[in-house]
């Protein structure tokens, strides 16, 4: 459903002032959107307040296998304080493009000012395989729908926004800085979203490759161009738990999804403390 900005405004500030109170007064300046069976991040996080979405004003739960729907605030090796979206809402479980992004703009509200969103995809570019950590570089907006749409909310940003930078270079190289740290081999690619939840056909998957795509999810674009109207600054991680249609033997499944972004976990939750804990 689609609200006025006043509507919004006061949504937000709502939701806002409901977490603050729960954070205890705790500044955050960095937060974390997990994606499929990558919510073992928040998992290992010190002195945790878990909020489960169901319980915070204006947020829904989510129905996804692999998303736990808790909003989580941690310590990473006890020095710096982080924001954990464990787990998120989908278009194709029915919800709207503005209500997808409104935990988003609710961060914005908290005071975080680095936003960093990742996503289990399959893989389109033959350099990848089950298993890579991938930055995202830049993305094609496949989905059909902006969560831009309508009366534009001026307190949030301007009415057309300047898509160049949507992934921010300096947050960008703090991760690939994070990676070499790691002794980990980063890849770079372009993420392709689309609606679901149906799989893609092995044609659509040519088209993509066509138009420059390297993986493709069906979330993370709505929420990188809400963040970025709004002054986060966005980077972008995808997991790559299988190859795509046409690309392998096996039929997709999301249960081997979940499977494949367990096996790295490691190497994940690796890489985003090292690269939050360098970010100044």
């Keep these: 459903m689609m609200v006025s900005p006043e509507t919004l405004q006061i949504e937000l500030k709502e939701t806002a002032d409901f977490l603050n109170n729960l954070l205890k007064g705790n500044q955050v300046t960095t937060a974390v959107t997990l994606g499929s069976g990558l919510g073992d991040f928040a998992d290992d996080l010190e002195d945790k307040i878990e909020i489960p979405y169901q319980d915070i004003p204006h947020f829904h739960g989510t129905s996804v296998v692999g998303h736990a729907g808790k909003l989580v605030y941690g310590k990473i090796k006890g020095k710096v304080s982080v924001l954990a979206m464990q787990g998120r809402i989908h278009a ?17 509200f908290l005071g975080v000012k680095n936003l960093i969103l990742t996503n289990a995809s399959g893989g389109m570019n033959p350099k990848f395989q089950a298993g890579d950590l991938v930055l995202i570089k830049d993305h094609l907006n496949l989905t059909g729908n902006n969560p831009l749409l309508g009366k534009n909310p001026d307190f949030l940003g301007p009415r057309f926004p300047d ?30 979203g689309v609606l679901g939840p149906s799989y893609e056909t092995p044609s659509e998957i040519k088209m993509y490759q066509t138009l420059g795509g390297d993986m493709v999810g069906m979330s993370t674009v ?19 738990t299988n190859m795509a249609a046409g690309l392998g033997t096996q039929e997709l499944d999301h249960a081997d999804i979940k499977e494949e972004a367990n096996r790295v976990k490691g190497t994940f939750i690796s890489l985003l403390n090292e690269t939050i804990l360098g970010l100044k």
């Design 92 to 108: 194709y479980e029915g919800h709207s493009f503005s209500e997808v992004v409104f935990p988003t703009r609710v961060l914005k």
């Design 163 to 192: 898509m160049t930078h949507t992934y921010n270079p300096e947050l960008s190289e703090g991760i690939r800085k994070a990676a070499k740290n790691i002794s980990y081999n980063l890849k770079d690619g372009v993420y392709v």
């Design 222 to 240: 709505a929420e990188a161009i809400a963040g970025h109207h709004c002054g986060l600054k966005i980077a972008g991680i995808s997991c790559i």
